[in-house]
């Protein structure tokens, strides 16, 4: 009876988190509206763990995407705080002007965050979330394509949080699916991989916002 | 045997060494000559009111390779008067300070921008995307846009970030269009034969079902640092242009089944024509040779 009660048990594991697989591989939007996310376990380091407390069913994507919007939110916020304190940018004959800008707005937002710490947006207990993700689109591709994006990624480079993304290092290409598969930004941030860390990046400073090092799976030599 | 008479031999001799002299002065005055028959080579348009495009990509180096390019694309402007260019991306390598807009692209295309020729550029992985807001690119301030010029639409796709707002935005702009000829660019090429980067399979997998549902015509790429033209990939026809400043020499891979044709000894860069259903291209290198050429006929949309 304890053995058949077991295996019931493990089934039905095995089945919601089947289901949860199914649903990361939906656009974000789709995957994981705002109002259907259900609360995750606060401390739980492991993506799938989340997936059953207490015999009740959790989307942790969901829960993750959730607390991931309102940090780029309260982001947002200081962004456009700091965009209001510097001169409007305009489409302009004089390159000076846009550097010039550029430096200006990173400047300010780095005052109004000076002390940031890695894991403000990219929340430690969701991290695991995120690397999954990543990882599991660097599985699914071709060993082929994977040494392909990975070759194409900046190396050797030391990046940390709110400090400028260094000017004379390539943007690298996001690959579109796995962007797919990663909760949407607004407008005025974006995604990238440098060496093995996922960035998020302020478009418009020119400035890392957070940093999540070592996602990127490393290639087997 | 009766010897010939010394004041002929004489003669012969003189002669002789006219002729050798003769030949090496028009050797020397040929190497210029042939350094300026780079222009010759490029052939005038036919069509009277077609669309007249220069195609360039990879080109903000601010070198010595850059400014030779530029200067060809400007003596080719003298027999194909182009109206505008498109920029495939990497408009500015390295640092983007004030003084390197002007090394690196100011300064090469200098004669182009005084007789103002308009650019429309696409962003690369080595542009920061704040290049939008400078007028001279063309962008409006957007990272991804598009513009009519008679029959022909173009969209100035953002390879390096595809996300999903820019996709729902190309579908809708392709959906909308009633325009003859469609023709999108943008910086990393979803079909390549280079050895060093290749197709871009992540970025196919998402752009080419909205390409191939709205009858795309062509599709011009850069990333590469060669030129190649490959053969129609379920109907549509693609370029890589990146060679307009920086040369990945030999990187072609010569067994590749997508190339019609390619060419990775020197720089180059492409003058295109649109005149009625037809779309006239030259690719000429650095030193003015016309390395491909060709037309390609617009398929009316079923």
């Known amino acids: 009876m304890t053995k058949l009660l077991s295996a019931l048990i493990a089934f039905s594991t095995l089945l919601t988190l089947s289901c949860n697989k199914a649903d990361s591989s939906e656009p974000r939007a789709a995957a994981a509206p705002a109002g259907q996310a259900q609360p995750a376990p606060a401390a739980s380091t492991d993506p799938a763990a989340g997936l059953t407390a207490g015999g009740q069913a959790v989307n942790a994507q969901g829960a993750a995407t959730l607390e ?4 780029i939110d309260a982001y947002i916020k200081i962004h456009n705080d700091a965009e209001a304190k510097v001169p409007n940018l305009k489409r302009t004959d004089d390159p000076k002007e846009i550097s010039d800008r550029e430096s200006a707005l ?29 990882q599991d689109d660097f599985k699914g591709r071709s060993a082929a394509d994977r040494k392909a994006l990975i070759s194409e990624l900046p190396k050797n480079i030391k990046v940390d949080i709110n400090t400028v993304y260094p000017t004379t290092l390539p943007l690298e290409t996001f690959p579109p699916a796995l962007l797919r598969k990663l909760p949407d930004l607004p407008p005025e941030l974006e995604y990238r991989i440098v060496a093995r860390s996922l960035i998020l990046r302020d478009v418009k ?9 070592d996602v990127v799976p490393t290639i087997p030599s | 045997m009766k010897r010939p008479p010394v004041r002929f031999v004489v003669i012969c001799w003189a002669l002789l060494a006219l002729a050798a002299a003769g030949q090496a002065i028009t050797g020397q005055q040929r190497a210029p000559a042939t350094a300026m028959s ?16 220069l195609v360039i990509g990879d080109s903000g180096t601010g070198d010595r390779a850059q400014n030779e390019t530029g200067a060809q694309m400007w003596q080719a402007h003298s027999v194909f008067p182009y109206e ?35 650019f429309y550029a696409a962003l690369g992985n080595h542009d920061d995307p704040n290049q939008r807001y400078y007028k001279n690119f063309g962008m409006g301030g957007k990272r991804y846009y598009t513009y009519q010029k008679k029959d022909v639409r173009f969209y100035a796709l953002d390879s390096n970030y595809m996300d999903q707002d820019q996709q729902k935005w190309l579908e809708e702009e392709l959906k909308n269009s009633n325009s003859k000829w469609k023709i999108a660019y943008f910086h990393h090429p979803i079909y390549s034969s280079g050895g060093r980067h290749g197709s871009e399979v992540d970025l196919r997998s998402i752009v080419e079902p909205l390409f191939i549902k709205y009858n795309l015509n062509v599709v011009f790429a850069g990333h590469e640092h060669f030129y190649e033209r490959l053969k129609p990939q379920k109907g549509i026809n693609y370029f890589t242009a990146g060679g307009s400043a920086k040369l990945r020499a030999g990187d072609i891979v010569g067994s590749s089944a997508l190339t019609a044709k390619g060419f990775d000894t020197e720089q180059s860069f492409m003058v295109v024509e649109i005149d009625g259903d037809v779309m006239r291209f030259q690719t000429i290198s650095k030193r003015g040779k016309r390395v491909d050429s060709g037309e390609i006929r617009r398929i009316p949309n079923s």
């Open chain 1, 205 to 213: 400073a020119n400035l890392i916002v957070d940093i999540l090092r």
């Open chain 2, 38 to 53: 780079a222009a010759t080579e490029v052939q005038a348009p036919i069509g009277k009111d077609s669309v007249k495009f």
């Open chain 1, 68 to 71: 991931f919007k309102k940090r």
């Open chain 1, 106 to 134: 990173a400047a300010a937002i780095m005052t109004l965050r000076a002390g940031a710490k890695p894991g403000e947006i990219f929340a430690i207990e969701y991290q695991p979330y995120f690397i999954k993700i990543v």
């Open chain 2, 84 to 118: 505008f260019a498109i920029m495939l991306g990497d408009n500015l390598y390295g640092s983007e300070r004030p003084q390197d807009f002007v090394a690196k692209f100011e300064r090469p295309y200098k004669p182009l921008l005084d007789a103002n020729i308009s």
